[in-house]
């Protein structure tokens, strides 16, 4: 295999000695002519290109079928960042990228849903299915869970090679498995892929001169969108707020800060340090959302939702209620390559304004309140209201 990277050859040293001895045993294959310690070069990265190229050469002369060698070194380079042992870290092929770019644009060619992945089952969960998008008009509901994606078992994959398959060209259609948990059964549905427009905030006026934003995701476009919001509630007479960042499972980094600032005076919003020490502030500037304030939570909220309800509660602008938040307190950063692919690696932890790393942890809220089992009653919006009364 051409342009093997040194990352590469050191990780096959660890991980495809298991491979060896599995290839080595049954149906009579001997290997006896390769001598796996030839090579002179005792540095890791020497042994693991002499292993590579010979398990190459074993593939190549007994494996039943062809193989895609471009397939086969793609694998090699997740295979490597698996081996890092993060779930947040991982390697995008060029087609994944460009998908991965489009999907944080804000327009999309697919079904019309978001979906969150636990990272202690793998199991992965509809968390919201937008109106009038194709997954809604198909009759996917949130809390799905995704069984299968054109009869191919998930099971165990990462929640973005999910949402990619479930991704394709207006007009295509795609076969989505859910085991619907409501009605105990498995449920096939037949969606149309269409173009996607997300609208990551929704708004209302409550009474009282309440008003509701609530924030799906933090991705590209949600800064103009949350600024309209805003706007919009001003003029018809808004004096307090109500953020919702339940099932919201994160974003970008620098769109959450560039919404704290809207709302939060001057002051560090987070901050950020790598294995070395080292790291970045985040600052608000004076101007500010001057009003009463309330952020609603879930379990769900994760990353980008939790700097957002860690800045108003270190800052004392606003009261935290609902459950525990996800806890995820790392940042992740995407280095795009030159042949068009990339890598994801977490390479800091943040903290919030007074110092609290919620990794693993979560954002502990101000009021616990679970949501209920009576879906036409949303409890944890009537305390949030009751609070700002």
């Given at each position: ?102 999907s ?31 997954a ?25 090679k ?19 948990q ?77 919404i ?38 879930n ?17 004392g602008?606003g ?71």
């Open positions: 295999m051409k342009n093997k990277s040194k990352f590469v050859q050191g990780f096959l040293l660890g991980m495809l000695a298991m491979l060896a001895v599995v290839i080595g045993i049954g149906a009579g294959i001997y290997f006896s002519d390769i001598d796996w310690n030839a090579s002179q070069d005792t540095t890791a990265t020497g042994r693991a290109e002499k292993k590579l190229e010979a398990l190459e050469k074993i593939i190549d002369v007994y494996y039943l079928e062809d193989t895609d060698k471009k397939k086969l070194e793609e694998s090699l380079y997740k295979g490597l960042f698996a081996g890092v042992g993060d779930p947040y870290s991982m390697y995008y092929t060029k087609e994944e990228f460009a998908e991965l770019q489009q944080t644009s804000g327009k999309y060619n697919g079904i019309g849903a978001v979906i969150s992945q636990n990272m202690k089952t793998g199991i992965i969960t509809i968390s919201k299915v937008y109106k009038d998008a194709p809604d008009k198909a009759g996917m509901k949130a809390q799905d869970i995704i069984y299968k994606v054109d009869d191919k078992d998930i099971s165990g994959k990462d929640v973005d999910v949402e990619s398959l479930m991704k394709g060209e207006k007009g295509t259609k795609v076969k989505v498995t859910v085991y619907r409501s009605e105990k059964k498995y449920v096939d549905l037949m969606i149309t892929r269409d173009e996607v427009k997300l609208p990551t905030v929704a708004y209302r006026m409550l009474d009282k001169k309440i008003g509701y934003v609530q924030i799906t995701e933090f991705d590209d476009i949600t800064v103009e969108q949350f600024t309209k919001a805003i706007a919009g509630l001003k003029k018809r007479g808004m004096k307090k707020v109500i953020f919702d960042v339940r099932d919201n499972p994160g974003g970008t980094y620098s769109v959450v800060c560039k704290l600032d809207e709302i939060l005076p001057e002051g560090t919003l987070v901050y950020t340090k790598n294995k070395y020490g080292q790291g970045e502030e985040e600052k608000s500037d004076s101007a500010c959302l001057n009003m009463p304030m309330v952020v609603l939570q379990e769900h909220s994760a990353s980008a939702s939790e700097i957002f309800a860690g800045a108003i509660q270190d800052f602008a009261k935290i209620v609902g459950t525990q938040s996800f806890g995820k307190g790392i940042v992740q950063q995407i280095v795009p390559l030159t042949d068009g692919s990339a890598i994801k690696l977490t390479t800091e932890k943040y903290y919030t304004p007074n110092g609290k790393n919620i990794h693993g942890k979560g954002i502990t809220p101000d009021v616990k309140v679970e949501a209920g089992t009576d879906s036409r009653k949303d409890i944890q919006l009537e305390q949030a209201i009751n609070i700002l009364k």
